[in-house]
Structures are given as C-alpha cells and as structure tokens.
C-alpha cells in the first residue's frame, strides 16, 4: 500500500486554484481563435479580441481572468490501495482551497444561504468522491462563476419525450439564459441517472477538452447536433449577435429508471477554468 | 452607432444622447454595488437616513472585485449578471441615479425606469476582469466594509470601455435568440 501526506494534497490543491484562476486552458483559447475568426460582426469579433487580451493580461499581472473565481468543485479519484497520511481527505482539499485563495488573492465567494455572511476563505468546496482501483489520487479542480451557474438546470422528463424532449429543454434554457451567463459557452449535459445524479453527469462532463471527441460515436454525433442547433440561436458573445453563442456541448449518460428521463443542464462561461493533477 | 468619451458623475444631456449600440469610454467616479450593498441602500432609504454616495448622476457598477494585489488599487473588476439588482434599480433611478454598468438582461421595470427617468444601462465585458481593472486608477471603500468584496466602493476610473445595451428611448441591444431556426417556435 502507497501512502501519501496530505501537505501534498494541500499544495497540490492550492498551486491548481491558482493557476487555473490566471491561465486559461490552452484548448479554450485555441477555440477563441477559431470561433473568431469565423465571426464577420464587428462586435462579436471586438469580444474575443477583448477576451484574448484579458488572458495576456492576466498571465501578465498575476490578476484572475474573473473576478469571480468561483465556488471550488472538485472531482476525486482515490485508488482504494492508497493511504493518506495526516489529515482526512477532505480537510485537506479544504486547506489547499483556504491557502490557494489565500495566497492567490482570489476572491471569496462562499456565503451562508440564508444570512448571506461570507464564510471568509472561500470553503467549504464542493467535492465529489470517486474510489477507483489503483494506488493514486486524481484531482480535478473546477472554479465554477455564480453568473453562468445560475443559468443552470435540472429537469424529470417523461420517456415518451425522448430525444426531442432533451434537446428542446437544452435549446430553451440557452435561449432563455440569453447575454447572462457571458456566452460563449459551454454545455454540460447529464442524461439518466436520478434527480441528483444527472447534474453530477452535467458538471463532471464539463472537465473534458474542447474540440475532443466523445468515445460514444452516437453521444458524439448528438453533441454535435446540439452544438450547431445552439448556434443558429445567434445569441453570440455576450449576447451581441454572431455565429458562436456556445464553445462546445459536453453530454454524459447513465442508465436511470423504467419510469424517468433525467436531465442536467449545466452552463459554463468562457472562462472555462479548470484542472487535473495526479498525485 | 457612435463612440463617446464622456465623465460621471454623468449629465442628463449625456445620458438621454446615447442609443442602444453606442461606445462610451467613462472617466470619473463611479459607485460599486451588488447584491448585498443594494438591499443595505434600500434599507437606509427605507429608514429616510442618509446614503453613503450622491445618487445625483451616479454610475452604479456591479461587480464584487478580488481582492487588490500588492501595488494595484483592486484585483480583476469584470461585471456581474445584472437582473438580481433588477428589483432595486428603478427606485435608485427614479433618485436619481443616471447608470448602472453590469452584464446580461434587464427587465422590463428596468426598462421603463431608463425611459421615465433618462437612464442608461452599459454593458461591460463579462470575464474580461483583469483587462477592466487596468482602466481603474483608484478605489476606496465608502460604506459597508463588512461585506468585503460587496462593500461600496469609489472608483476613479479612466476610459472605461462600455456598450450601451439599454437607452433612455426604450432600445434594447441584445439579440432575441432565433428560436423557430431550431423549430422552437
């Protein structure tokens, strides 16, 4: 059995909240640059122009790219041969988030629901636990914005709705979400599951490349589909016009009950801020 | 559509010239605010006590800034979704208030107050909040320093870049999603 010392959690963590607050993924900004140069309006054009220098600025400056350097999600894969010394798992993710926004000057975001009081140092960080085979411990980070989480949604579909169900709900709801959760997008799609799981689907789908492939070449040619369909909506960069209103749609399923055909629509913002160590 | 240079406190004559399209490049001093800070505003209102800013002109930002790094006046300074102060914005009009500067749709009372009291609603970049901090040359916080970032804050800013979504005449710059091109209609 491997051990690991959960220091090395805390600094992993920590160093990923940082830099994936200042560095957008290179896949992201590739697909900024093929999006624009595809746009003929002059204003959705001016938005990637903006967008691009932001990310030189802020790899410049040490600024985050947003202000709103999100509630921390995380996904965990934990080799069930492996042992974690000194603190529980979860205490250790919480440190690295405390430290790293700490260190970082990244703004706090976590509040009481009620009283609205903000916790202070940006925890308790939302994670979800995977125990896997093996003896390593894989971390994805994800700085999740309030403004494109709220465009989110989950909905229990009847079976008889079907594809052409799904894909209503999704176009609906960008549509409705419109200019507000600073399209271009991303869409995390979860299908199947139970009324929990399926946004789990959604979000967790969200951590995978830009431009990549889905291995289901039926769930790939449906991503497709819905991606072209999203942008004949025409929304655009923040909502001023143009041929790209969504980055790309990210779909995950899971078989789900006899009776039920759940749906997770989980939108991202451009600042796609995300990222993986194995430790 | 037209490109303007112009200074808040902002004029009447100003704000009711500009039309939904139009570039504004804003100098002077704004007021930052957010959630919490509006719902502190309309409890002094509502308690006739004083307000912490002149409303006369104001230019209302929404944002909730990171925290400053060591030699800047503030962290990244982008816009926040604009319709949760939709509630709060047209009483601040109707006191006065010329602008507010935010991301995303407004409502229709918002819409209505802009018309009734000669108001404008800028949109600024969303996720571009290092390159919108560079335009902000000096920030105070003047009233609820508790709610740390969503305290307000006085920004002397300089060649603030901003789109006028939503003018004094009613127009609206957003796009209205093509639904019946993917057979929603």
Same mark, same amino acid.
């Given at each position: 059995? +491997?051990?690991?010392?959960? $220091?090395?959690?805390?600094?992993?963590?920590?160093?990923?909240? =940082?830099?994936?607050?200042?560095?957008?993924?290179?896949?992201?900004?590739?697909?900024?640059?093929?999006?624009?140069?595809?746009?003929?309006?002059?204003?959705?054009?001016?938005?990637?122009?903006?967008?691009?220098?932001?990310?030189?600025?802020?790899?410049?400056?040490?600024l985050?790219?947003?202000?709103?350097?999100?509630?921390?999600?995380?996904?965990?894969?934990? /080799?069930?041969?492996?042992?974690?010394?000194?603190?529980?798992?979860?205490?250790?993710?919480?440190?690295?988030?405390?430290?790293?926004?700490?260190?970082?000057?990244?703004?706090?975001?976590?509040? $009481?629901?009620?009283?609205?009081?903000?916790?202070?140092?940006?925890?308790?960080?939302?994670?979800?636990?995977?125990?896997?085979?093996? $003896?390593?411990?894989?971390?994805?980070?994800?700085?999740?914005?309030?403004?494109s989480?709220?465009?989110?949604?989950?909905t229990?579909?009847a079976?008889?709705?079907?594809?052409?169900?799904? +894909?209503?709900?999704?176009?609906q709801?960008?549509?409705?979400?419109?200019?507000?959760?600073?399209?271009?997008?991303?869409? /995390?799609?979860?299908i199947?599951?139970?009324?929990?799981?399926a946004?789990?689907?959604?979000?967790?789908?969200?951590?995978?490349?830009?431009?990549?492939?889905?291995? $289901?070449?039926?769930?790939?040619?449906?991503?497709?589909?819905?991606?072209?369909?999203?942008n004949?909506?025409?929304?655009?960069?923040?909502?001023?016009?143009?041929?790209?209103?969504?980055l790309d749609?990210?779909?995950?399923?899971?078989?789900?009950? =006899?009776?039920?055909?759940?749906?997770?629509?989980n =939108?991202?913002?451009?600042?796609?801020?995300?990222?993986?160590?194995?430790? | 559509?037209?490109?303007?240079?112009?200074?808040?406190?902002?004029?009447?004559?100003?704000?009711?010239?500009?039309r939904?399209?139009?570039?504004?490049?804003?100098?002077?001093?704004?007021?930052?605010?957010?959630?919490?800070?509006?719902?502190?505003l309309?409890?002094?209102?509502?308690?006739?006590?004083?307000?912490?800013?002149?409303?006369?002109?104001?230019?209302?930002?929404?944002?909730?800034?990171?925290?400053?790094?060591?030699?800047?006046?503030?962290?990244?300074?982008g816009?926040?979704?604009?319709?949760?102060?939709?509630?709060?914005?047209?009483?601040?009009?109707?006191?006065?208030?010329?602008?507010?500067i935010?991301?995303?749709?407004?409502?229709?009372?918002?819409?209505?107050?802009?018309?009734?009291?000669?108001?404008?609603?800028?949109?600024?970049t969303?996720?571009?909040?290092?390159?919108?901090?560079?335009?902000?040359?000096?920030?105070?916080?003047?009233?609820?320093?508790?709610?740390g970032?969503?305290?307000?804050?006085?920004?002397?800013?300089?060649?603030?870049?901003?789109?006028?979504?939503?003018?004094?005449?009613?127009?609206?710059?957003?796009?209205?999603?093509?639904?019946?091109?993917?057979?929603l209609?």
């Amino acid at each position: 059995m +491997r051990t690991l010392d959960s $220091d090395v959690i805390v600094d992993a963590v920590a160093g990923m909240c =940082i830099h994936a607050n200042r560095y957008l993924p290179e896949d992201v900004q590739r697909c900024f640059a093929q999006c624009s140069s595809k746009e003929s309006v002059p204003a959705a054009r001016e938005i990637f122009r903006q967008l691009t220098e932001n990310c030189t600025l802020a790899a410049r400056t040490g600024l985050p790219l947003c202000q709103d350097t999100g509630l921390a999600c995380f996904f965990v894969e934990l /080799g069930q041969d492996l042992h974690i010394m000194g603190r529980n798992i979860r205490e250790a993710i919480n440190d690295g988030v405390r430290k790293g926004y700490d260190e970082g000057r990244l703004r706090k975001s976590a509040c $009481d629901p009620f009283t609205r009081a903000n916790t202070g140092d940006n925890t308790p960080s939302v994670i979800h636990f995977d125990i896997v085979p093996g $003896d390593t411990l894989r971390i994805s980070f994800m700085a999740k914005g309030g403004g494109s989480e709220n465009m989110s949604r989950v909905t229990m579909l009847a079976p008889a709705e079907g594809w052409e169900g799904i +894909r209503k709900f999704v176009l609906q709801r960008v549509a409705e979400a419109g200019p507000n959760p600073c399209p271009p997008i991303v869409v /995390g799609i979860g299908i199947g599951g139970t009324f929990d799981y399926a946004p789990v689907l959604a979000k967790k789908a969200l951590l995978r490349k830009l431009g990549d492939r889905n291995p $289901d070449p039926g769930l790939d040619a449906r991503e497709k589909e819905l991606l072209a369909d999203i942008n004949k909506l025409g929304i655009g960069p923040m909502g001023l016009g143009g041929l790209t209103t969504a980055l790309d749609v990210k779909m995950a399923v899971s078989p789900c009950h =006899i009776a039920s055909l759940p749906l997770a629509v989980n =939108i991202q913002c451009h600042s796609a801020r995300h990222e993986e160590v194995e430790l | 559509m037209a490109e303007y240079r112009m200074n808040a406190p902002l004029s009447d004559a100003d704000a009711e010239k500009l039309r939904c399209g139009d570039v504004v490049f804003l100098s002077g001093v704004i007021y930052t605010a957010r959630d919490a800070a509006h719902k502190r505003l309309m409890d002094l209102l509502d308690q006739n006590m004083e307000l912490p800013f002149d409303l006369k002109g104001a230019v209302i930002y929404y944002v909730g800034p990171s925290p400053a790094p060591e030699g800047r006046p503030i962290g990244s300074a982008g816009p926040t979704t604009s319709y949760r102060m939709d509630s709060y914005a047209p009483r601040l009009h109707g006191l006065g208030v010329k602008a507010s500067i935010g991301k995303g749709r407004r409502n229709a009372e918002v819409i209505n107050a802009l018309k009734k009291f000669g108001g404008v609603y800028f949109g600024a970049t969303g996720g571009a909040g290092a390159l919108l901090s560079m335009r902000i040359a000096e920030a105070r916080v003047i009233a609820f320093e508790d709610l740390g970032t969503e305290a307000i804050r006085e920004l002397k800013v300089s060649e603030f870049p901003l789109l006028v979504i939503n003018d004094s005449q009613g127009g609206d710059l957003y796009v209205t999603p093509d639904r019946k091109a993917v057979g929603l209609e």
